[in-house]
């Protein structure tokens, strides 16, 4: 079976400040993906980015960066120089290639972003 | 392009009676997705068909829940009869033809039932 770990359930910070989002995962599986949503307020889930298993060289888009690191079953989300619309809960999720299609998704990171 | 339609937005009913939630995926997306986001269970995978047939619903709770996809642009999500335990937000996702890549969700139905 998989699993996702958020371990931080709440996490605040004020404007400017970086901020970073664990997410720790489990499967026996060798070929998967992974997945970040953000849920702001409005409640809609918002897709970020998708790596897959083969894949872990790490990813910058704008303030956002993510860092998969196979060896310890890690794929953590870093947001820098945080906005006051940054605030948000984010999920991290898996979902295998081969076999079961669903997302299995972590408890989720509530960000709030103080001004 | 607009995304994955769900009605209704906000539904609150009382225990005993029929719910029924809606949704539209995206043109020509062939999968389609139930979750269900609890604060004690978080976001689960209720259901997903596959070209209109259902191919996994070990998520769902039990025999008061089910689902039909009649054709690809439209599933429904019923739940007969409806218990306060069953107070969620319900969301539904698409996903695109020919990717096996992110699922793109809907904006869920709140659902209270007292």
């Known amino acids: 079976a998989q699993k996702v770990t958020q371990a931080q359930t709440e996490i605040s910070v004020v404007e400017k400040e970086d901020v970073t989002l664990d997410c720790v995962y489990e499967?026996?599986?060798?070929?998967?993906?992974l997945f970040w949503y953000k849920q702001p307020p409005s409640g809609e889930l918002v897709f970020l980015i998708r790596?897959?298993?083969?894949?872990?060289q790490n990813e910058i888009s704008g303030r956002y960066s993510w860092n998969f690191q196979k060896s310890t079953s890690s794929f953590n989300f870093t947001i820098t120089a945080s906005q006051v619309v940054d605030s948000a809960v984010y999920f991290c999720?898996?979902?295998?290639?081969?076999?079961?299609?669903?997302?299995?998704f972590g408890q989720g990171t509530r960000l709030t972003i103080n001004p | 392009d607009a995304g994955v339609i769900q009605s209704p937005r906000h539904e609150v009913t009382e225990m005993g009676q029929e719910v029924t939630l809606r949704c539209k995926p995206i043109?020509?997306?062939?999968?389609l997705f139930w979750y269900r986001q609890t604060m004690m269970r978080g976001l689960e995978l209720l259901i997903y068909?596959?070209?209109?047939?259902?191919?996994?619903d070990s998520g769902m709770p039990e025999d008061r829940f089910s689902a039909k996809m009649p054709n690809a642009s439209f599933s429904t999500l019923k739940i007969q009869p409806s218990e306060p335990r069953d107070s969620a937000v319900y969301f539904c996702?698409?996903?695109?033809?020919?990717?096996?890549?992110?699922?793109?969700f809907g904006p869920g139905t709140r659902l209270t039932v007292t």
């Open positions: 499967t026996r599986d060798t070929t998967y993906y």
């Open positions: 999720a898996l979902r295998l290639i081969q076999g079961a299609q669903k997302l299995v």
């Open positions: 790596r897959n298993s083969f894949d872990e």
């Open positions: 043109s020509g997306h062939n999968s």
């Open positions: 996702a698409s996903r695109p033809t020919g990717k096996s890549y992110e699922q793109y």
């Open positions: 068909f596959n070209n209109n047939v259902p191919i996994d």
